[in-house]
């Protein structure tokens, strides 16, 4: 198993099995955001890693204020 987190997560880019992974990980959060009311919406992830779940699904959605927060990377981006 590998260790270096970085290198994990660019497993994603060849593994079949991860990405099918993340492709069904980000169906639940659209799926979850498309539920939501409208307005601002803030995420905070805890284990997002490099973020590509959150980040992702964000790119995504229709226009609205997201703000997306992922601690374990120091990745943070607001989409718009």
């Known amino acids: ?3 270096d987190w970085f290198e994990w997560h ?3 880019k060849n593994e079949p099995k991860l990405q099918q992974r993340l492709q ?3 169906e639940y959060i659209s799926h979850s955001l498309n539920l939501s009311q409208p307005g601002l919406i803030r995420i905070v992830s ?3 890693g ?4 959150l980040l992702g699904t964000l790119s995504n959605q229709s226009p609205t204020d997201k703000r997306c927060l992922c601690p374990t990377s120091g990745a943070k981006s607001t989409i718009s």
């Open 1 to 3: 198993m590998v260790k």
């Open 10 to 12: 660019d497993l994603y």
């Open 24 to 26: 069904i990980v980000q």
């Open 46 to 48: 805890v284990c997002a």
């Open 50 to 53: 490099d973020g590509r779940d």
